[in-house]
């Protein structure tokens, strides 16, 4: 059975492209070796994070994290078995949000819903925690 956890965190500092590039990937390469996909999102210092893989070192991975000095209050959201990925093609998919896309995604709610798109419950857990992210972390 797979394991994610999703966690909230703000950066000590305001991270350069060279620094999240470097950690990007050092985190591509690590995850890779312990079998461990997920998404990073950026934003003004603000980070969120999903990690899915096998439940002990998905467990470990979040233990290093939550010790490293970069971070500032991390967060778990979300920590529960899963029956599927939803990040499986990605060793850390990664993405610098504008203030536009975190515009859309606060919105991504209102529009009309589709009864043949309904979201699997880790799909919604997923949506709702990267609104909560805009709520509570948008800065700029």
Not at 11 to 21: A, F, R, Y
Not at 74 to 93: A, C, E, P, Q
């Amino acid at each position: 059975m797979e394991y994610c956890i999703v966690y909230l965190s703000s950066s000590k500092e305001l991270l350069s492209d060279e620094q999240l590039n470097t950690i990007l990937h050092k985190s591509r390469s690590n995850n890779a070796a312990l079998g461990i996909t997920g998404i990073l999102l950026y934003a003004d210092g603000s980070i969120i994070q999903a990690l899915e893989g096998p439940e002990e070192k998905v467990k470990a991975l979040y233990q290093t994290i939550s010790r490293d000095q970069r971070h500032l209050n991390v967060t778990k959201l979300y920590g529960n078995r899963i029956d599927h990925r939803s990040f499986g093609d990605w060793s850390m998919g990664y993405k610098v949000l504008s203030a536009k896309e975190l515009e859309a995604i606060k919105n991504l709610n209102n529009g009309p819903s589709e009864p043949s798109r309904r979201a699997t419950k880790t799909n919604k857990i997923v949506l709702g925690l990267i609104q909560l992210f805009y709520q509570t972390n948008f800065r700029i």
